[in-house]
């Protein structure tokens, strides 16, 4: 079984910090996993995901995260927070691809 | 443009009448899923659908019908809604990623 754990339901930054949003997963099967945006009124949209090779990975808008087998951690990250970064950060893991398994999010705002 | 449609987008019922969430996507996937989001509970899965006609049971089914008759579309089934069913609602469609539609709100009471 998988599941996921998202530190920190509420996460502020100001304009230009370092943001950081923590997930740790569980799974029984090597892990794909994912990180999802939701803003206002939308649906969500991924930001990035791993599914083998590198375990630095690149997403849009800047963010990265990375794959930590032995930590069982895929924090998000990106060096510098803008105002339109403020949303919900969703992370997810699948391990059979047939099941998706969500983190209960992280709603980040970012002070000016 | 490639999209997952979902209808009606606000939708406010009483216990007990049947409604029909519908889903369709124009971009040939195979897999569609259900989901319902909560607050602090996050997105849980309600059911998903490897390709027409077959559907399987994700993490909190109770209360819920699929059918998957076309590729295209996979509407979602309230029988007999309840209050506790009260929720948002996304479907979506693939495996990596998912591409998921704008979400019903659902008010039952």
């Known amino acids: 079984a998988q599941s996921v754990t998202q530190l920190g339901s509420h996460v502020s930054v100001s304009e230009g910090a370092l943001v950081l949003l923590r997930c740790n997963y569980s799974?029984?099967?090597?892990?794909?996993l994912f990180w999802y945006v939701q803003y206002p009124n939308q649906g969500l949209q991924l930001l990035l995901k791993?599914?083998?090779?590198?375990?630095l990975v690149k997403g849009i808008n800047g963010f990265e995260a990375e794959f930590k087998k032995s930590e069982t951690s895929f924090h998000l990250t990106k060096p510098s927070a803008h105002m339109s970064d403020a949303a919900e950060y969703f992370c997810?893991?699948?391990?059979?691809?047939?099941?998706?398994?969500f983190g209960t999010g992280t709603s980040l705002t970012v002070i000016p | 443009e490639a999209q997952v449609t979902q209808n009606p987008r606000y939708l406010i019922t009483v216990t007990g009448k049947k409604l029909t969430v519908t889903c369709s996507q124009n971009?040939?996937?195979?897999?569609m899923s259900w989901y319902r989001q909560d607050p602090g509970l996050g997105l849980r899965q309600i059911y998903y659908?490897?390709?027409?006609?077959?559907?399987d049971k994700g993490d909190v089914p109770e209360g819920y019908k699929v059918s998957r008759k076309e590729k295209r579309n996979f509407p979602l089934i309230l029988e007999s809604p309840s209050p506790n069913q009260t929720s948002l609602y996304f479907c979506?469609?693939?495996?990596?990623?998912?591409?998921f539609g704008n979400g019903t709100r659902l008010t039952v009471t």
């Open positions: 799974s029984s099967v090597p892990p794909y």
């Open positions: 971009m040939n996937h195979e897999y």
């Open positions: 659908s490897m390709n027409v006609e077959v559907t």
């Open positions: 791993y599914t083998t090779g590198a375990t």
């Open positions: 979506a469609s693939s495996f990596f990623p998912l591409h």
């Open positions: 997810a893991v699948s391990g059979t691809g047939n099941q998706f398994y």
